[in-house]
């Protein structure tokens, strides 16, 4: 089953400044995202410390997007960016 997406303000709000070419990128991204199979392509891991409750998957090798499971196939989006996005 494909998971479903739901996009936070925040992240809205960053990929909207992103150049076209990455956000391109970031729309293939997700599309491979929403496939469980591609997840260890996209090193999908969990978080650790004040966001041990989210994950997160690269986007390339600078950006990363920060998410978290509503239930067990819809996740929201939080934000995107580099690893700054993890402070």
Not at 17 to 28: A, D, S
Request: hydrophobic share 35%; charged share 30%; glycine share 4%.
């Amino acid at each position: 089953m494909m998971i479903s997406i739901k996009y936070r303000p925040e992240f809205l709000r960053l990929y909207s400044k992103l150049e076209n070419e990455l956000q391109k990128e970031v729309k293939e991204k997700v599309i491979l995202f929403q496939d469980r199979g591609n997840h260890k392509m996209l090193k999908v891991h969990k978080l650790h410390g004040r966001l041990k409750s989210r994950l997160s998957f690269s986007v390339n090798y600078k950006y990363r997007i920060v998410f978290e499971y509503i239930d067990e196939n819809i996740a929201s989006l939080v934000t995107i960016g580099d690893h700054d996005v993890y402070r």
